[in-house]
């Protein structure tokens, strides 16, 4: 918000759960110290599920293979080996989508055509910070 920067925010349960039945209310407010309302000029947020559907532990990896397969540019950050995240991303690079990792997720995903990431602004895509974030 600081930047009045766009988003896009993938749920992992229905867009009215998230939002408690109120558009205007922010989804993350605990996350936000620029405001609490919910910028929808600057903002998507996209969920698989129905409506009012609750969170579940299977809701994650259908978020997560859904936010992967949005991405232009994946930032892999401490991918466990034989992990969900690790067969997502390898997917991904399957599928040509440019994979960046930190050290110890390229040891994980091995040659999958991932690149080297130190958590720094990379010069082809502007991508800066150290983690991937979430949206749930």
């Given at each position: ?11 992992d ?6 939002f ?9 407010p ?18 698989p599920?129905?409506?009012?559907d609750?969170?579940?532990?299977a ?18 950050v401490?991918?466990?080996p ?19 990792a ?10 999958c055509?991932a690149k ?5 602004i ?5 991508i ?7 949206m749930?």
């Amino acid at each position: 918000k600081r930047r009045a920067e766009h988003s896009v925010m993938v749920l992992d349960r229905g867009i009215l759960a998230t939002f408690d039945d109120d558009l205007r209310r922010d989804p993350l407010p605990a996350a936000r110290i620029w405001g609490f309302g919910f910028e929808s000029e600057r903002s998507i947020v996209i969920s698989p599920f129905r409506l009012h559907d609750a969170w579940i532990g299977a809701n994650s990896r259908i978020r997560d293979a859904l936010a992967i397969a949005l991405a232009d540019v994946i930032v892999a950050v401490q991918i466990r080996p034989g992990g969900v995240m690790e067969s997502l991303v390898r997917e991904a690079a399957e599928r040509g989508q440019k994979v960046l990792a930190d050290e110890a997720s390229m040891k994980a995903l091995g040659d999958c055509g991932a690149k080297p990431w130190a958590g720094r602004i990379d010069p082809e895509t502007g991508i800066t910070g150290t983690k991937f974030t979430r949206m749930s």
